[in-house]
């Protein structure tokens, strides 16, 4: 079981894509996004998906990975599709039930607004799916560097979260091993209502945390014993180094949001 | 080649009180004076609670002396400012293999010290990929530290401390939670780099057997340094180890029980292949 824990969504591959520095990754996607909602036509919308497919490709990324990342928008989809069609007016009538009427402009900007959240989904996919979750963090860890300044520690926040990624599959192999222990002196997780059942955790809960608060006072002694000090100047093995492509990528989606909002696609 | 009988750590008229803790009658180790020599690999033995890994943690400058002064290199744990360098001298392996290892894959935890060094990245990726070829980790660079067994993620934190190029060891009871392969490729990798780099090893450990190749073993009890001497000469003595709740390795043990039944066997035996050799002789002589 442990061993299958995927952390995040990664999927492993050696793509332009995959390869592309995480920092400018992250701000490629916001560029595409700020693109997104400032495309008002159905031809430019297309283009970006058409544009999206085709990246999705070349990442040899299973497509079904995509679609289980879509899962979670269709309820949303659907409500704001029902919205749309029925509470838009304009064009010509399509349809009459009683006193409500589906027309013709609520279904064109209904099926927009969901392919723009389709398109958008994909793009976060996208980068999630291509990067690893400690790349990902060291990424938004480098944004969040100016807060520095206002005294927030940023690099030691980063070392959390990688730690926190570190020990995700080992607080859960052990929550797993207490889990075993409790079911052999005859608990049971698994009858009952939501409520029994939550409060058969509770036996769960507090040894984890024990256990873990353990687990972070001898780690904490390691990394001092390893010369690791709050504040200190640390290098990094694994330069986050920034190729001239990763720049033309930058490059290129900021020359479409311009090119998007001059000639108002 | 390392000059032996040169000083690298030095504790001198040792006391320690944890915290809170501070009534004079019981310090957690007191009147401790001990060198560990360059190139040398000890063994440090005693019951639970003896004041083993106190001692540990203050040659690490992980706490500091209530009293005395611990020395690494001529520095004192005190010197705040010449603390990492310190902690690079002096590695520190724990028990708890999982909780030690801090990066999500093997050679980012490798690389762990080298980054709190501050050496630069090219630096840091040839000593990683050195260490892991010495100790045969190459194969596992790539893997997040929750899938290897616990011998490999104690040789992990092995090549993690050896990677900062330390002089000396500190192992606290680094076999203690592990399976008897495990245990073997553990002890193994230190003795080598003990022999072929002449890094000094300070081992703690519960088990008599694995301070039978140091060159010196030392009882600590209640916070007290109780003996020291050769590792024939300690670990012989059966009444001593007795005393403090420890036990002989198997073969101080079955001489013990052989002797007791009329063999003729010398005091000082604790190799296998020592008793091996006396029984064939009492053997041949019958």
Known sequence: MSRSITLGQYFPGRSLIHRMNPRLKILSLLVVLALLFSLQTYPGLAGLLVIVLAMITTTRVPFRYFLKGLRPIFYIALFALVIYFFFTSGGVVLLRVGFITVESEGV????????????????????????????????LGYFLRPLRYIGLPTEEVAMIMAIALRFI???????QRLMRAQVSRGADFETGSIFRRAKSLVPLIVPLF?????????????????????????????EDTIAPRDWAVLAVVVAMLVASLTLGL | MVNRSEIMIEAKDLVYHYPGEEEPSSPA??????????GEYLALLGPNGSGKTTLMKLFNALLAPSEGEVRVEGISTIDEGRITEIRRYCGMIFQNPDNQLVATTVEEDIAFGLENLALPPAEIRKRVIDVARLLGLEHLLLQPPHLLSGGEKQRVAIAGVLAMRPHCILMDEPTAMLDPAGRRDVLKTVQ????????AVVHVTHFPEEAVFADRVIILNQGRLVRQGPPENVLSDLPLLHSFGLQGNAVVELAALLREDGFDLPPQLIHSRELVHYLCLSERKS
Do not use: K, W
């Open chain 1, 210 to 238: 024990v256990s873990a608060f353990r687990r972070a006072d001898e780690l904490a002694l390691a990394m001092e014993a390893r010369g690791y000090r709050i504040g200190a100047l640390r290098t990094r093995m694994h």
């Open chain 2, 192 to 199: 080598g780099l003990n022999r072929e780099q002449g890094i």
């Open chain 2, 29 to 38: 180790l007191s009147g401790i004076n001990l060198a560990v020599n360059r």
């Open chain 1, 169 to 175: 599959p080992t607080l859960m192999e052990e929550s």
């Open chain 1, 108 to 139: 064109r900007e209904g099926i927009f607004v969901i392919l723009r959240l389709v398109t958008l989904v994909l793009f976060s996919l996208l980068l999630t799916l291509t990067t690893t979750p400690l790349s990902l963090t060291y990424g």
